[in-house]
C-alpha cells in the first residue's frame, strides 16, 4: 500500500512561457493527459503521444522535453518502468542542453519515483536531492515537504518505519503551517498511517486513514479513497474485527477494479490473503496470495513481487507445505538481495536501538539492585527484630520464674501488668516499623520511576538538541537550513523545558512534599497568563484559543499549584486537538462554595473504560498525539496530586472523535474552621 501514495503526492504543473499559436493545443493535450493519468492511463498516454507528435512536428526542444516526460509517466502508471526511465533520459538531455531549471527538476522528480518501484533505492535519492536543490534554488513552496516526503517513502520501501515517520509528520506540518496544495494530503496521510500500522499504533493508524478518507472525498480523489478503505481494512484486521476489514476491503476492491489499474488489484490480492490468513481459512488465503503471485503487474514490479513472496511464505507455512514456503523464502530473500538499499540510514537506525536496549538493560539491573538491597535490608530488620522479640520472652520468663520462688501472688499480677505493657510496646515499634518499610518501598517506586523517564523520555531531546548544534557548528549547510534547524532547536527546548517542569514537580512532591499556601486567585487572569504562555504551541497546530470567564471570579487555591494545574490541561487539549480544531475555556457555579472550569478539545477523544483506567490508576502511560507528540504520563499525575492538595475534584467526560471534557472543581471560598464544642465541666 505504500508504492500506492506516490500517484498522490506529484509536484504540480509547470509553468508554460511559449506565446506561439500552438500554445493552446500544448495547454489542452497537457492539462489532459494530466487530468486523465489517475484514470484512465491508457487515454492519458494516447494525448501524452499527440503533444510529442505536435512537438516534434513544431522543433521545439523546450515542448519536445516536456513531451518526454508526459509519455514516460504514462508507461510509469503503466508498470513499463525501463521505458519510462528511457523517456525521462531523453528529456533529461533536452532540458540540461536548453537549460531549463523547472523541467529539469520535474525530470529528476520522475525519475526518482520509477527508480523505486525498480528497487534502486540510492538512484532514487540522488534524484530526489539534485530536484530538491533545483526547486529550492527557483523558490517552489513546496520543495521542502516534498522532499521529505520523498525521503520518507525510501526508508518506509525497506520497512524502517520508525525512521519514515518523523520525515512523513515534518512533510505534514509544513503544508499546514504553509497552506501548501490541499489536494496533496490524503496520500500523505495514508503513508502516516501505514507507518502506524506497522508501528502497532492502531488507534492513531485509524484516525490518519479517516483524516485520508476525509480530505480525499474533499478533493474527489477516487484513487485516495480507495487507498484509505484499504488502510482502514488493514487496521481493522490487525485487530481481530475481520467482518469490519472485510466490508472496507470489499469497497476499496470494488473502486479499484472500475479503475482498473492491475497493480493496485495484485495489492488488494495480497491484503484478501492476509485476511484469510486471520481467520484461518488457509485454503483462500492461498488461492488468494497465488493469484497475486501469477498477475503480470507483480512480475514487473519488484516491490510488490517482495512482498507477495514475503506473504506466500508465511502462508504455505501456516498450510504445512514446508517444501513450498522454503521456496517462497528463498524467492523473497533473492529479490530483498537485488535491492539497492540505504545502509546508512539502517545502521544508524540499529545504533540508536542498541544504545536503548544497553540502556533499559542498564536501568532494569540498577532496579534490581536497588530491590534486593531493600530486601535484604528488611529481612535483617526482620530477623533482627524476632531476636529482639524472643530475648524478651525468655526474660520475661525467666523474670516471672524468680517472682514465683521471692514474690507474692499480688507483685506476679504486677509484673503481669509490666509485660503486657512491653507487649503492646514491641506491637507499637512493629507497627511503625512497617510504615518505615512502606514509605520506603514507595520511595523507591518513585525513584525507579524517575530514572525510567530519564534514561527514556529525556535522553532523546537532549540528543536530537546535541546533534542539531552539532550541525550548525559545522558550518556546511545553507542560511535557510540553519534557520530551520534553530526553529526546530527552540521547539525542542521548548518541550523538553515543559517535561523538565512537570518532572520537577511531581518529584517535588514525591520527595519534599507538597506545601500549600491558599489565596483568593483571580480565575480569569491566571487561566489568561496561561494560554499567553502557550501561543506559540496553539500557533502550530493553527488552534483557535475560545476564553469565556467572568473577570470576577475567583477561587481559593495555592497560585503556582493552580497554574500548573491548568498549564498541564491546556498542554492535554492541545496535544489531542486536530489541527485547525478549536479549545474552549469556561467555568460555572459547581454549588454554593466552589467553582468548576471546563476545558474543552473537538480532538481524537476516548471511549469510557479509557476515562475510567485515567481516573482510576495512579501511574498512566502517555499516548501520543494527533501529530504524535510524546509525553512521560506525569501531566494528568500531577494535576490529580494537586487537586487533592487543594481540597479539589476532577471530572473526565470523553466520546471517541468528538473530543473531551476536562472539569475541575476549586472551592471558592476560605474554608471554615469548624470548632468542636467544649463540654461543660461536671458538677
Request: a positive charge; proline letters at 3%; charged letters at 25%.
Amino acid at each position: 500500500m505504500a508504492v500506492l501514495a506516490f500517484l498522490f503526492f506529484l509536484p504540480e504543473s509547470k509553468a508554460r512561457i511559449d506565446t506561439s499559436h500552438s500554445q493552446a493545443r500544448f495547454e489542452r493535450y497537457y492539462k489532459t493527459s494530466w487530468r486523465l493519468v489517475a484514470i484512465d492511463p491508457q487515454k492519458a498516454l494516447d494525448t501524452a503521444r499527440l503533444y510529442y507528435q505536435l512537438a516534434k512536428a513544431k522543433r521545439d526542444s523546450y515542448e519536445l522535453g516536456y513531451a518526454y516526460n508526459l509519455r514516460g509517466y504514462g508507461h510509469y502508471h503503466q508498470n513499463q518502468n525501463d521505458s519510462a526511465l528511457h523517456l525521462f533520459r531523453r528529456a533529461q538531455a533536452l532540458f540540461e542542453a536548453l537549460p531549463d531549471s523547472a523541467g529539469l527538476s520535474e525530470t529528476l522528480y520522475y525519475m526518482g519515483l520509477a527508480q523505486i518501484y525498480r528497487g534502486k533505492f540510492g538512484s532514487s535519492l540522488s534524484a530526489f536531492r539534485q530536484s530538491y536543490q533545483i526547486d529550492t534554488a527557483l523558490g517552489y513552496r513546496p520543495a521542502r515537504a516534498l522532499y521529505h516526503y520523498n525521503i520518507g517513502t525510501l526508508l518506509s520501501e525497506q520497512q524502517a518505519y520508525q525512521q519514515a515517520l518523523p520525515l512523513y509528520r515534518k512533510a505534514l506540518k509544513e503544508m499546514l503551517r504553509d497552506s501548501l496544495v490541499p489536494y496533496q494530503w490524503p496520500g500523505l496521510y495514508l503513508k502516516i498511517g501505514d507507518c502506524l500500522v506497522e508501528a502497532g499504533h492502531l488507534e492513531a493508524a485509524l484516525d490518519t486513514a479517516r483524516l485520508a478518507r476525509q480530505t480525499a472525498r474533499q478533493n474527489e480523489d477516487e484513487a485516495s479513497l480507495s487507498a484509505s478503505y484499504a488502510l482502514i481494512a488493514a487496521v481493522y484486521r490487525k485487530k481481530g474485527e475481520y467482518q469490519r476489514a472485510r466490508r472496507y476491503l470489499d469497497t476499496a476492491y470494488a473502486m479499484d477494479t472500475a479503475f482498473g489499474d492491475p497493480y493496485i488489484i495484485a495489492a488488494d490480492h495480497r491484503e484478501y490473503a492476509l485476511l484469510h490468513l486471520a481467520e484461518g481459512r488457509i485454503q483462500k488465503a492461498l488461492a488468494y496470495i497465488r493469484k497475486a503471485r501469477d498477475m503480470q503487474a507483480t512480475r514487473q514490479v519488484i516491490l510488490l513481487r517482495r512482498d507477495v513472496y514475503k506473504t506466500l511464505a508465511r502462508i504455505e507455512a501456516a498450510a504445512g507445505h514446508a517444501q513450498k514456503a522454503y521456496k517462497a523464502l528463498q524467492r523473497y530473500l533473492a529479490i530483498k538481495d537485488t535491492l539497492q538499499p540505504l545502509d546508512t540510514y539502517h545502521q544508524i537506525f540499529q545504533l540508536q536501538q542498541e544504545i536503548k536496549e544497553k540502556e533499559l538493560a542498564l536501568s532494569q539491573a540498577h532496579s534490581r539492585l536497588q530491590t534486593q538491597k531493600l530486601e535484604r535490608k528488611n529481612n535483617y530488620l526482620l530477623f533482627s527484630l524476632a531476636a529482639l522479640l524472643l530475648a524478651l520472652v525468655l526474660l520475661v520468663i525467666f523474670y516471672r520464674l524468680r517472682l514465683r520462688l521471692k514474690q507474692s501472688n499480688t507483685a506476679l499480677q504486677q509484673r503481669n501488668t509490666e509485660v503486657e505493657k512491653q507487649r503492646e510496646e514491641l506491637d507499637r515499634i512493629a507497627g511503625k516499623l512497617r510504615q518505615q518499610k512502606e514509605s520506603l518501598e514507595k520511595l523507591n517506586q518513585s525513584k525507579n520511576r524517575l530514572f525510567s523517564i530519564l534514561a527514556h523520555d529525556l535522553k532523546q531531546p537532549f540528543q536530537q538538541l546535541t546533534q542539531t548544534i552539532e550541525l550548525v557548528e559545522d558550518g556546511q549547510m545553507s542560511a535557510a537550513e540553519r534557520e530551520e534547524l534553530l526553529q526546530q532547536l527552540k521547539q525542542n527546548v521548548q518541550r523538553t523545558s515543559e517535561m523538565v517542569n512537570n518532572l520537577l514537580t511531581w518529584s517535588k512532591a514525591q520527595f519534599a512534599g507538597t506545601s500549600v499556601a491558599p489565596q483568593a486567585v483571580n480565575l480569569s487572569a491566571l487561566v489568561k497568563k496561561q494560554v499567553l504562555q502557550l501561543s506559540s504551541v496553539l500557533e502550530e497546530k493553527a488552534l483557535d484559543m475560545q476564553i469565556d470567564l467572568d473577570p470576577q471570579t475567583k477561587v481559593w487555591v495555592d497560585p503556582e499549584h493552580l497554574a500548573i494545574i491548568v498549564r498541564n490541561m491546556l498542554h492535554n487539549a492541545i496535544k489531542y486537538s486536530f489541527p485547525e480544531g478549536m479549545v474552549r475555556l469556561s467555568a460555572s457555579q459547581d454549588k454554593p462554595h466552589s467553582i468548576a472550569l471546563h476545558v474543552q478539545d473537538q480532538g481524537r477523544g476516548m471511549p469510557p473504560d479509557k476515562v475510567e483506567e485515567l481516573m482510576r490508576d495512579k501511574d498512566q502511560q502517555s499516548e501520543p498525539g494527533t501529530l504524535m507528540e510524546s509525553g512521560t504520563g506525569l501531566g494528568l499525575l500531577i494535576i490529580k496530586e494537586l487537586l487533592a492538595e487543594n481540597k479539589g475534584q476532577l471530572h473526565i467526560q470523553s466520546q471517541p472523535d468528538k473530543g473531551s471534557v476536562f472539569t475541575i472543581v476549586l472551592p471558592s471560598t476560605k474554608p471554615q474552621i469548624v470548632t468542636a464544642a467544649q463540654p461543660s465541666p461536671k458538677n
